[in-house]
């Protein structure tokens, strides 16, 4: 009960201490008796300290002790019950009731102190870089995948499409005993079914045509790791039989053989479908069920976790900049767009939606106009750079000469020559006469009018009625 845990007893009154130990010890808890707290106590493996009668300032070593649950179990320690570490009290009579209530306190309070899942441990460090985000969902999945790693029981994880499910997977591989061996993913579904039992067990040389050689299935492949087996709720029937069969009795046959070999093997499945549903139509396994659900990890889907969104997308434009040597980065208005997004696809459509943004603004900072518009959750004001008219002027004057729809070549009356003479020429005045005839041409398509005549020209109305001026130009 007490999960290898122990529990301090420090009590002067011998008569209760000797009753307190009885009953723990009845219950199935380990205790151990203590006469005072040092800083040499060995307290590192403590469930709780219940502290009774004839220890000192309760409150300081409860303060010094952050990490374990104290139970008062005397009057002079009322006063240490508003330390948040410190419950009870427990009175002479030692009601049983109390005292479970108690310890099933101290228990939760290990189960849920972040310092006991090793949040600045290794572990740690593995499941926060693979499983990003910050949420409450997303950090009860890591206690989860936390809890379940250190056994060897079967996994069922569920979710939609897209959530991350084999990533949860490979996590529970990577925390495990189990992590020097393989992981070894088969997805269920993309297998069809009368070749799923050689992929999954191997197959003697001979066994059906085409069979030109031993080979080893993913179960001898994944031997001592994991086992994944994605999709399971598109397995057929006939196969469900005979997995049930090896996660029974830890064996298998190869396809085609009579020797049994050990399935030293770790399995964790998945499925996006409703596997409950499917056994009451007859699609799915009641028993295999059973099996499987050992240990059910329901994965959130990405519209539970909006709060994730902007932390996966600096995590996944980083991941993509180290792998392609490209990234992009966002504002503060799209990172709230997106944040706004129902996600149908998940994080899969996430990370899609990246490698989409990478190719169209390669290292850009991206904002809201530039997200596809269905991504577009926020109201924007589209920025229309104000250029310059000289530069305005310039790529009017480009986009003319490079235009031939604009008048035919009979129609074009060149106002200079193109070749430069022995004498030279006035590239200010060529220039200016190119200007004065490029103008009264957008004109004359305009019927006269400026406003028309300034777009044919890319230029500001404003700046062509100048120009008109200059060079004495009437409509």
Same mark, same amino acid.
């Given at each position: 009960?007490?999960?290898?845990?122990?529990?301090?007893?420090?009590?002067?009154?011998?008569? #209760?201490?000797?009753?307190?130990?009885?009953?723990?010890?009845?219950?199935?808890? #380990?205790?151990?008796?203590?006469?005072?707290?040092?800083?040499?106590?060995?307290?590192?493996?403590?469930?709780?300290?219940?502290?009774?009668?004839?220890?000192?300032?309760?409150?300081?070593?409860?303060?010094?002790?952050?990490?374990?649950?104290?139970?008062?179990?005397?009057?002079?320690? *009322?006063?240490?019950?508003?330390?948040?570490?410190?419950?009870?009290?427990?009175?002479?009579?030692?009601?049983?009731?109390?005292?479970?209530?108690?310890?099933?306190?101290?228990?939760?309070?290990?189960?849920?102190?972040?310092?006991?899942?090793?949040?600045?441990?290794?572990?740690?460090?593995?499941?926060?870089?693979?499983?990003?985000?910050?949420?409450?969902?997303?950090?009860?999945?890591?206690?989860?995948?936390?809890?379940?790693?250190?056994?060897?029981?079967?996994?069922?994880?569920?979710?939609?499409?897209?959530?991350?499910?084999?990533?949860?997977?490979?996590?529970?591989?990577?925390?495990?005993?189990?992590?020097?061996?393989?992981?070894?993913?088969?997805?269920?579904?993309?297998?069809?079914?009368?070749?799923?039992?050689?992929?999954?067990?191997?197959?003697?040389?001979?066994?059906?045509?085409?069979?030109?050689?031993?080979?080893?299935?993913?179960?001898?492949?994944?031997?001592?790791?994991?086992?994944?087996?994605?999709?399971?709720?598109?397995?057929?029937?006939?196969?469900?039989?005979?997995?049930?069969?090896?996660?029974?009795?830890?064996?298998?046959?190869?396809?085609?053989?009579?020797?049994?070999?050990?399935?030293?093997?770790?399995?964790?499945?998945?499925?996006?479908?409703?596997?409950?549903?499917?056994?009451?139509?007859?699609?799915?396994?009641?028993?295999?069920?059973?099996?499987?659900?050992?240990?059910?990890?329901?994965?959130?889907?990405?519209?539970?976790? *909006?709060?994730?969104?902007?932390?996966?997308?600096?995590?996944?434009?980083?991941?993509?900049?180290?792998?392609?040597?490209?990234?992009?980065?966002?504002?503060?208005?799209?990172?709230?767009?997106?944040?706004?997004?129902?996600?149908?696809?998940?994080?899969?459509?996430?990370?899609?939606?990246?490698?989409?943004?990478?190719?169209?603004?390669?290292?850009?900072?991206?904002?809201?106009?530039?997200?596809?518009?269905?991504?577009?959750?926020?109201?924007?004001?589209?920025?229309?750079?104000?250029?310059?008219?000289?530069?305005?002027?310039?790529?009017?004057?480009?986009?003319?000469?490079?235009?031939?729809?604009?008048?035919?070549?009979?129609?074009?009356?060149?106002?200079?020559?193109?070749?430069?003479?022995?004498?030279?020429?006035?590239?200010?005045?060529?220039?200016?006469?190119?200007?004065?005839?490029?103008?009264?041409?957008?004109?004359?398509?305009?019927?006269?009018?400026?406003?028309?005549?300034?777009?044919?020209?890319?230029? #500001?109305?404003?700046?062509?009625?100048?120009?008109?001026?200059?060079?004495?130009?009437?409509?």
């Amino acid at each position: 009960m007490s999960n290898g845990k122990t529990i301090y007893l420090l009590e002067q009154d011998k008569q #209760r201490q000797q009753r307190l130990e009885t009953v723990l010890t009845f219950i199935g808890e #380990r205790v151990s008796t203590l006469t005072s707290i040092s800083s040499g106590a060995p307290l590192s493996d403590a469930l709780c300290v219940i502290a009774g009668n004839g220890i000192d300032d309760l409150e300081l070593h409860a303060s010094e002790n952050p990490a374990i649950p104290f139970i008062c179990a005397a009057e002079q320690h *009322q006063a240490a019950l508003k330390r948040a570490n410190v419950i009870g009290p427990i009175d002479d009579t030692v009601d049983y009731q109390e005292l479970s209530r108690w310890l099933h306190y101290c228990h939760t309070y290990h189960r849920n102190l972040v310092q006991h899942h090793g949040s600045h441990n290794q572990k740690a460090g593995v499941l926060e870089s693979m499983l990003v985000g910050q949420s409450d969902a997303l950090q009860n999945i890591k206690r989860m995948v936390a809890q379940v790693s250190g056994s060897d029981a079967n996994v069922l994880v569920l979710g939609e499409s897209g959530t991350g499910k084999e990533v949860v997977a490979r996590g529970i591989h990577q925390m495990s005993e189990r992590k020097q061996g393989p992981f070894v993913p088969v997805n269920c579904g993309a297998i069809p079914g009368d070749l799923l039992e050689s992929e999954l067990f191997g197959h003697e040389k001979g066994a059906f045509t085409g069979a030109i050689g031993t080979r080893k299935g993913r179960f001898e492949l994944a031997q001592g790791g994991t086992l994944f087996l994605d999709e399971i709720g598109d397995m057929p029937l006939a196969m469900q039989v005979k997995l049930l069969r090896v996660l029974q009795e830890r064996t298998f046959e190869r396809v085609g053989g009579a020797k049994s070999l050990k399935a030293d093997v770790r399995v964790v499945a998945a499925t996006h479908r409703h596997l409950e549903t499917m056994i009451n139509e007859g699609k799915f396994r009641e028993d295999l069920y059973y099996r499987l659900n050992v240990f059910p990890i329901e994965v959130p889907s990405l519209r539970e976790r *909006q709060d994730d969104v902007p932390i996966l997308l600096r995590e996944l434009t980083a991941r993509f900049k180290k792998e392609q040597g490209v990234g992009v980065r966002f504002t503060t208005e799209a990172l709230d767009s997106l944040s706004k997004h129902h996600w149908p696809g998940n994080v899969r459509e996430l990370t899609n939606l990246i490698e989409r943004l990478t190719i169209m603004h390669p290292e850009q900072l991206v904002d809201v106009q530039d997200l596809p518009p269905k991504y577009q959750h926020v109201e924007h004001q589209p920025v229309a750079p104000d250029y310059p008219d000289e530069l305005l002027e310039r790529e009017a004057l480009n986009s003319i000469f490079g235009d031939d729809d604009l008048e035919d070549e009979t129609d074009v009356q060149t106002p200079v020559s193109s070749e430069l003479t022995d004498d030279g020429v006035n590239l200010k005045d060529m220039l200016s006469e190119l200007e004065i005839e490029m103008i009264r041409q957008a004109l004359q398509k305009a019927d006269g009018v400026v406003a028309k005549a300034a777009e044919l020209l890319s230029m #500001r109305r404003t700046t062509l009625v100048e120009k008109m001026k200059k060079y004495q130009i009437k409509q």
